[in-house]
């Protein structure tokens, strides 16, 4: 990511040395539970097409991202022993073919003992003499990257890492506000070009504009779907002319600051009031379950009262009839909403854990029946989460209904009205408070709007 949002260094410098600190007493535990002495987090290395010479996109360790804002730096490694200074070995290539990183900098680079190498296996030199001690953590499809470490992403570590990722620090939060912003901007983006006739592909450019992300920098490919394509879950096509007709828009994009992420959904109507009605009816309903996040709070439990909630909007909007109960055991609700009502989000959109009962590894599966939800913990202070209920004609789940009990409940007539609009989907980042919640997508909405 070019931005670096410097405005705000200072703030997230005076946090920065707290977050360091909880991350060095996880690998503490991490590294006590695994027997080891060392931890070894390499950033990774990109990867070369088949048969070519072009490299995909690089993708930092997420691991690595935990410690340092360094998304774009490939061969590198942080060393950590714990009670020492942490050891960054920064690859600096000498290169003319391609830009090479900058000499480090920034509000982080104080808390690093910092070793620039020109060379990568120069890295070896800067690593523990003794391997037996160390861990490896990352992706090595190449094994001498990991200079003779033999024990690579131990389970007994990463169960504990992954688990304790779920809570996020004062720092963190404050880079995951600034990356709701940048994806609030792009939203409001988006839509004037939709407001102004603009195809999937323009849109999708002017949503790129307004948060200076290129598409490899995007937290995940942006939805962007005009009308029927709005049932697609993950469209990522981008027509590039524009329908006859613009009868609805949603929108699925994200960005991100210093590797964290913000996970953004709105839908809009373009002069239908009846569409445009139940579009606001699935807003008050992402709002009630965002009402109900708090800490202690089972989400497996906020899952299934989604689809409670979503039956009552069903039988108001004359897509379904029957009772609630009737209606989720018959699976009318998932044939319109299959999805999970969401998932934990940080450095990764889909960040890890989310099924995870405790630090062990051990895994609370999804309740039968809702096998797509990617989050079943219990949610505790400073999590962060995304809401994200919706309602979709998508032919394939609705046509299994057909020769079931659930047939006879569903009004096809209706079902008939809204496919041209493909569905709604609501979104907000959500912070897991004590008895309360903030919202973050709201928030930034009306900083930037």
Avoid at 71 to 92: D, F, N, R
Avoid at 128 to 146: H, N, Q, V
Avoid at 188 to 215: K, N
Avoid at 257 to 270: E, K, L, Q, W
Wanted: aromatic residues 10%; hydrophobic residues 40%; proline residues 5%.
């Amino acid at each position: 990511m070019n931005a670096n949002y410097s405005d705000n260094n200072a703030a997230l410098s005076a946090l920065y040395g707290a977050h360091l600190d909880t991350v060095k007493a996880r690998h503490d535990h991490a590294l006590e539970q695994a027997g080891a002495s060392h931890a070894v987090i390499f950033s990774g290395a990109p990867k070369l097409a088949f048969l070519d010479d072009y490299y995909h996109p690089f993708k930092a360790n997420p691991h690595f991202v935990g410690w340092a804002p360094l998304t774009a730096l490939p061969y590198s490694y942080i060393v950590y022993t714990p009670g020492e200074t942490p050891v960054l070995v920064y690859y600096q290539p000498r290169d003319y073919w391609h830009v090479v990183p900058d000499i480090p900098s920034g509000y982080w680079t104080d808390h690093f003992d910092i070793r620039v190498v020109n060379e990568s296996d120069e890295a070896a030199g800067h690593l523990p003499e003794d391997r037996e001690k160390c861990i490896a953590i990352g992706e090595f499809d190449d094994d001498t990257l990991a200079f003779g470490i033999e024990r690579i992403n131990p389970n007994t570590a990463i169960n504990i890492l992954h688990f304790a990722r779920g809570v996020k620090t004062e720092y963190e939060l404050a880079v995951m506000r600034l990356a709701a912003e940048r994806g609030a901007a792009g939203h409001l983006a988006a839509e004037a070009a939709f407001r102004d006739g603009q195809p999937e592909f323009e849109i999708h450019r002017a949503y790129c504009q307004a948060v200076s992300h290129t598409d490899p920098e995007l937290p995940y490919g942006n939805i962007i779907a005009l009308n029927e394509h709005g049932a697609v879950l993950h469209y990522t096509d981008l027509d590039r002319t524009a329908p006859a007709d613009m009868r609805s828009f949603l929108i699925d994009a994200g960005a991100q600051v210093h590797g964290y992420a913000s996970d953004i959904t709105r839908t809009y109507a373009n002069g239908d009031q009846r569409f445009a009605d139940l579009i606001a009816r699935m807003e008050q309903l992402e709002l009630e379950i965002v009402s109900n996040v708090e800490a202690g709070v089972d989400y497996r439990d906020l899952h299934v009262g989604a689809h409670g909630m979503i039956a009552a909007v069903l039988v108001e909007a004359g897509l379904a009839h029957g009772e609630p109960d009737t209606l989720l055991e018959t699976g009318v609700t998932s044939a319109f909403f299959p999805h999970g009502l969401g998932h934990l989000l940080g450095i990764q959109v889909h960040d890890v854990g989310g099924h995870q009962q405790d630090e062990a590894g051990n895994i609370i599966d999804p309740p039968s029946g809702h096998p797509f939800l990617r989050l079943t913990r219990v949610l505790e202070e400073d999590m962060v989460l995304t809401i994200e209920p919706g309602i979709y004609v998508i032919d394939m789940l609705l046509e299994n209904l057909r020769g079931t009990p659930a047939e006879s409940h569903v009004n096809w007539e209706t079902v008939d009205w809204l496919r041209p609009f493909g569905g709604i989907r609501i979104e907000d980042d959500v912070r897991v408070m004590a008895g309360t919640q903030e919202n973050l997508t709201r928030d930034a909405f009306a900083r930037v709007s």
